[in-house]
């Protein structure tokens, strides 16, 4: 089974408007989480990382949460723009261990 | 230093055909990754490197795979008697420290008819 799940699997928004993604995982002990932003055809680029003690951070539009007690995280598009359009992967590390917990990603398109 | 690269973009190749991978990390990063994806899905982890030992492979990485860093730099990731089933979006990753961002290269799409 896998240890981290993501919802929706896609989801289509206009330009604009913000969206919110989701991610739950059960990799324990936890060590961090990332969210990455793979566009097609491309490799997967980091947009935030976050430890346990962290709850939120932001890059740029992108703002993503942490929960570390109910092991959910999500990630805030804000003013969504066409170049938004990609995979986002919730990426969830162990505690000394190198080996990544890969969600299977959200697929967004955004609309003008 | 422009970030992970890899080598070819994309192959194509017939069923029995051997194919050989590049990825160039990025210069200081000791560590090197190996993932498989397929669509619709995230990576799936195939081996790492420390330097040039290899310190772990998937069960996933069948023995038709190989993968070397002879210098503990560049690394290759061979598939032999290619099958349908290997095709897939081969990923490779480089980070400094094993709890490090892992950067991912823009990865080598095959297709094996």
């Known amino acids: 089974k896998n240890q981290v799940e993501q919802s929706p699997q896609s989801l289509i928004i206009l330009e604009g408007k913000n969206c919110t993604l989701q991610c739950n995982y059960t990799v324990s002990p936890f060590s961090n989480l990332r969210w990455y932003k793979q566009d097609t055809g491309r490799g997967p680029v980091s947009l935030t990382i976050m430890t346990f003690s962290e709850n939120t951070k932001s890059n740029g539009r992108y703002t993503a949460t942490l929960d570390a007690d109910t092991k959910q995280s999500s990630l805030h598009i804000t003013a969504s723009q066409l170049s938004d359009s990609a995979s986002y992967i919730c990426?969830?590390?162990?505690?000394?261990?190198?080996?990544?917990?890969f969600g299977a990603g959200t697929t967004v398109t955004v609309r003008a | 230093d422009t970030g992970v690269s890899q080598d070819p973009r994309h192959k194509i190749t017939k069923r029995g055909q051997n194919v050989t991978f590049r990825c160039d990390p990025i210069?200081?990063?000791?560590?090197l990754y190996w993932y498989r994806q397929t669509l619709g899905q995230g990576p799936e982890f195939l081996t790492y490197f420390q330097n040039e030992a290899q310190l772990e492979k998937s069960r996933l990485l069948s023995d038709r795979f190989s993968a070397e860093r002879p210098k503990g730099s560049f690394s290759t990731l061979e598939i032999q008697r290619t099958e349908q089933g290997d095709s897939a979006m081969y990923l490779c990753?480089?980070?400094?420290?094993?709890?490090?961002?892992?950067?991912f290269g823009p990865g080598t799409r095959l297709l094996v008819l």
């Open positions: 210069s200081e990063h000791n560590r």
């Open positions: 990753a480089s980070s400094l420290g094993f709890t490090e961002t892992q950067y």
């Open positions: 990426v969830v590390s162990g505690l000394n261990d190198y080996k990544l917990s």
